[in-house]
């Protein structure tokens, strides 16, 4: 795993010895009275419980960087020394990076208000230990902690499940002991209680708050404000047209945890926090002030060029006329002044155009010929280093020496670039450049470039892809599509993508595709290639769960494909297969299954039986039959699935891994536990080999995986499968996604099967509310946590809460799935057990026979679900006195179970203390030992020791004991079953 690191900057070149030098930045900064006042009005009336935020936004170059500059500096003046600030720069490498951002700026509060960052240094160093457990701290790696700070000491001594407090007062530097010792006492312990066993990213969610802890308390000891200033703010989401809030929702837990610090922000355009839903976006409304930067005024315009050394009347009043408040002409001016004094010659007014394209002209005039050809040249790169400053001289024979990179990069509109060692000219200077040269030699960089690119962006396997295969990607597309042959790059792109798709660069394939759609539907109008990249964009934006997005694309792409190709083209066959996976994973299943059958028949006709992308289309339709519980036919296509991609593609293939997995899917619906654990982890070891262990394919694996061994007992095996699969989905997919929300909802069930209730109750939660976000409150995975969650209100006695989630549930399934689906059934059965133990017995007896008709129907009669309805109702015959008519509903779901599931397993067992109530109750007390004391060895076994289940089953013996007449171990069995109430009670 490859360590973020963050560019530090540093100092620009020095001039040639005996040059002049021009007046550096913080010199030619131009006062906004208006904002400056602003914020010393919200700097010095803030309260200590109060939130506040400026906003300075405006367009790029309008000067928003140099207000932060200026106050920054201000700042440092002595009549600011009770203030602390701190500063992060936004960009799109570390826009989503909470850890190194609150990091730079904590480092920086530091600084200048000697903040103290116990809590948040210290759980950043576990989850940077977590998150990279066989990396050595270096200052090269985490160039923003400091060597021999506490998050260095303890990066280099914590090891992934050792004790907090043993750490931090036995092993770290003894120069911290006392402080440290004090600190936790006081506070720490609180704070970080349980830390050292969260997972990494649950630890990242923490940072901003321990941020905001410690930054408060620092200040109320010192008795001092504090200001962080955040620039470059449009960088934190993905597209300056698409707010997600989901990006930026780390700064408002930072803001949120701050009270009492002052906030300023810089952005192209105003902060949209009061959009969110209801009272939080009423609440930033509240406390965000914007400011619209604008042009400068005529009175900063002299008071800069005054800075700068140009004194004249008439110079001065020809520039600031010209600039009509642009700051970039003004700094061309400068460089003009700057240029003709070190050549000897005063400038007048005559030398300085009325407007910026003039000015720009001119300037360009002065510079000379290589210097313009060199600019010309590099202004067709976003971003260059020494290396390709030295390849586009080379190549270009502009008669700038190649080896002058130092001297090139001191123009005063040349800054430093988002990463290490990188520069841009200024997008507006560079926006003119492009325009001014000659076309031809425009186009010939251009292409050039996108050459260079595109032969580093293509790649073959997708574990081979790094990030600067990313970075030439996207390079590549955008120099492509500046040399005008659109078709051209598109036929490239859309072939050069699939690594990345596969490999679940979905991110960074959106923004790329989003751009490349665009420019497609601009150049070629209604074109097959339009078309193939519209499709690829709605699988993208599917596979990011954005099915309403999805859809529209998907549809216009079909549209275009049939009047282009015709009805019959492989690539209308391909769409009509995209868009019927995204219905059934929407659970539109009635719209799904006649696409898919259209799409198979054409793919057989144009291309064979046995070709690849046939046996995609049956994977789908396989999937599909599965959904809606038709598994015979799916098996069928499964098999002639897995048949046709070992013949094309090899059994070493992804393809033929999803496959594998998909067929277990259906056989653990099935009951077929053995045959799905063999092809799990077939299709596992397949694409952790393939693909990398950190792939969704092999997530999704684990995922699966994970359920298997919850549906036969082995718990154990369970959760480390299903933690890990969680880890990568949020890592790869982000928070919302609904394949988190599926292993949320799966851990969920593992913590409920083990009695750990409060641990499932908010991954329920938090699994809901991702999928009615994701995918509609009425899709039927909705109705599965909403089963999933009235399961574990019914196992803790919250039965108000209960009734109304199954009712829920059963009306989703009914409507999506038709009222004969198992999930359908499943839903019955869950109401009809609350209904009994809400002894409303005639309410559940009619919905038992109904669940138990529609899984005998739908799953045949030896499965472990229609066992499980069995036994149920059994117990419901007990309760009301039927006893002749329980015992043999008893004793059929005993036979099935332990077919299945081996007479070891939990759900085994439970029917067996249940048919062993039964025996007590009609008096065959030594069979009901017997029964008992088995289920109680395999539940002390397979459970942990204080489960309810153990501990019911610890009383029913003591009864039976006590009526046997064995006291003593009756006695035994009711003061254990006490102890192990009052363990659960403690915890």
């Known amino acids: 795993m490859v360590l973020r690191v963050i560019a530090i900057p540093r100092p620009k070149p ?47 170059g309008i000067g928003k960087s140099s207000i932060r500059r200026e106050l920054m500096r201000r700042l440092e003046a002595e009549r600011y020394k009770d203030v602390a600030w701190g500063s992060y720069q936004f960009d799109a490498e570390v826009r989503n990076a909470p850890d190194v951002a609150l990091a730079i700026i904590s480092g920086s509060l530091g600084r200048t208000g000697k903040v103290r960052f116990l809590a948040f240094e210290i759980s950043s160093a576990m989850f940077w230990r977590k998150k990279y457990p066989h990396l050595k701290f270096t200052q090269k790696e985490m160039p923003y902690f400091k060597v021999g700070s506490v998050f260095a000491n303890i990066a280099d001594v914590f090891v992934p499940g050792m004790k907090l407090a043993s750490v931090l007062l036995d092993l770290i530097h003894p120069a911290f002991k006392k402080h440290i010792k004090m600190w936790w006492d006081t506070r720490g312990k609180e704070y970080l209680r349980g830390l050292e066993y ?84 009423e609440g930033w409304t509240q406390c965000i002030e914007d400011y619209t930067v604008a042009d400068f005024e005529d009175v900063y315009s002299r008071e800069l060029l005054g800075k700068a050394g140009i004194e004249d009347e008439g ?54 010929l290589a210097e313009k050809t060199a600019l010309e040249v590099m202004s067709s790169s976003r971003f260059f280093n020494r290396d390709i400053f030295e390849m586009l001289m080379e190549e270009f024979k502009s008669g700038y020496p190649a080896g002058a ?81 659109v078709l051209e790059v598109a036929e490239w792109f859309n072939r050069t993508h699939k690594p990345y798709y596969e490999g679940a660069y979905y991110n960074e394939l959106r923004v790329l595709y989003e751009v490349l759609a665009e420019s497609c539907e601009t150049a070629l109008g209604e074109h097959s290639e339009l078309a193939k990249t519209l499709n690829i964009l709605a699988k993208v934006y599917m596979r990011q769960g954005c099915y309403s997005d999805a859809e529209p694309l998907f549809l216009k792409s079909l549209e275009m494909g049939e009047r282009v190709h015709g009805k019959e083209h492989p690539d209308v066959a391909e769409t009509l297969n995209s868009l019927a996976e995204l219905y059934d994973d929407i659970g539109r299943y009635e719209d799904a299954e006649p696409l898919l059958l259209r799409s198979l028949e054409i793919r057989e006709k144009a291309l064979g039986k046995e070709h690849p992308e046939v046996a995609n289309t049956l994977n789908n339709l396989a999937l599909h039959y599965r959904n809606v519980g038709r598994y015979g036919d799916a098996e069928i296509l499964y098999l002639r699935t897995l048949d046709i991609d ?76 299903l933690l890990r699969s969680l880890e990568i989905w949020e890592k790869a997919l982000g928070k919302e996604h609904p394949e988190v929300a599926n292993t949320l909802h799966n851990l969920a069930w593992l913590y409920g099967k083990i009695g750990c209730y409060e641990d499932a109750e908010p991954l329920f939660l938090r699994s809901l509310e991702i999928r009615e976000k994701a995918l509609g409150k009425e899709h039927p995975k909705v ?64 919905l038992f026979l109904r669940s138990l008709e529609i899984r005998e129907k739908a799953l045949g009669t030896e499965h472990i679900f229609v066992a499980d309805t069995l036994s149920n109702l059994a117990v419901l015959y007990r ?51 017997e029964k008992l004391e088995r289920a109680l060895a395999i539940y ?35 003061q254990r079953a006490e102890e192990l109430e009052r363990s659960r009670d403690d915890v």
């Not at 021009?22 to 803030?46: H, N, V």
């Not at 043999?888 to 048919?915: C, N, Q, V, W």
């Open 14 to 60: 020095k001039f040639r010895p005996g040059a002049p030098k021009p007046p550096g930045e913080a010199e030619l900064f131009t006062d906004r009275e208006e904002l400056l006042t602003a914020f010393e009005e919200a700097l010095w009336g803030i309260e200590p419980d109060s939130t506040r935020v400026l906003v300075f936004h405006g367009p790029a």
């Open 198 to 281: 969260e997972e990494p990213e649950d630890i990242l969610g923490k940072l901003p708050s321990f941020f905001g802890v410690d930054l408060v308390k620092s200040l109320e000891s010192n008795k001092m404000k504090a200001v962080i200033f955040l620039d470059g703010y449009e960088s934190v989401w993905q597209s300056e047209t698409r707010v997600r809030f989901s990006d930026d929702a780390w700064v408002r837990e930072m803001v949120a945890s701050c009270p009492g610090v002052l906030f300023v922000v810089g952005s192209r355009r105003p902060l949209p926090w009061g959009e969110l839903e209801g009272e939080e976006g």
């Open 315 to 368: 110079v001065l009043s020809a520039i600031i006329k010209g600039s009509a408040g642009l700051p970039l002409y003004l700094d061309l001016c400068i460089d003009i002044c700057y240029r003709m004094k070190a050549s000897g010659r005063e400038p007048s007014k005559e030398d300085f155009p009325p407007n910026y394209q003039e000015i720009f002209e001119r300037f360009i005039r002065d510079v000379g």
């Open 405 to 485: 990179f130092e001297d090139f990069v001191r123009f005063s509109f040349v800054s430093e670039g988002e990463e290490e060692g990188t520069y841009r000219i200024h997008d507006l200077l560079r926006r003119h450049l492009q325009d001014y040269m000659d076309q031809d030699v425009r186009k010939d960089v251009h292409s050039f470039l996108y050459e260079h690119y595109r032969q580093r962006a293509e790649v073959e396997d997708p574990k081979s892809i790094g990030e600067e295969n990313v970075r030439a990607l996207g390079e590549g597309l955008y120099h492509g599509l500046e040399t005008g042959d």
């Open 646 to 721: 070992e013949k094309a593609l090899g059994k070493e293939h992804p393809e033929f891994a999803v496959t594998l997995n998909n067929l277990a899917l259906l056989y653990m619906d099935m009951g077929r536990y053995d045959d799905a654990e063999s092809l799990y982890l077939r299709s596992l070891e397949i694409d952790e080999k393939a693909l990398g262990t950190e792939h969704p394919n092999v997530t999704a694996t684990l995922n699966n995986l994970a359920v298997l061994y919850m549906e036969i007992g082995r718990y154990e095996d369970a959760e480390p499968l």
């Open 783 to 846: 109705a599965s946590t909403l089963n999933g969650l009235a399961v574990l209100y019914r196992e803790i006695g919250r039965y108000d809460e209960t009734e109304p989630l199954f009712l829920r549930s059963l009306e989703i399934y009914e409507k999506a799935l038709g009222i004969e689906h198992p999930s359908v059934a499943f839903t019955l059965h869950g109401l009809a057990v609350l209904y009994r133990e809400m002894e409303r017995y005639d309410e559940a007896e009619p």
């Open 879 to 929: 309760e009301i006195g039927r006893y002749d008519d329980a015992e043999p509903l008893f004793l059929r779901s005993l036979e099935i179970r332990e077919k299945a599931l081996g007479g070891d397993h939990p759900d085994f067992t439970e029917i067996l203390y249940e048919f062993g109530i039964l025996l007590y109750k009609t008096d065959r007390q030594k069979e009901a030992l």
């Open 940 to 974: 002390s076994k397979a459970l942990p020791s204080n489960h309810p289940k153990t501990i019911n089953t610890l009383k029913s013996l003591s009864e039976v004991y006590a009526k046997s007449g064995e006291t003593e171990k009756a006695s035994q069995c009711a």
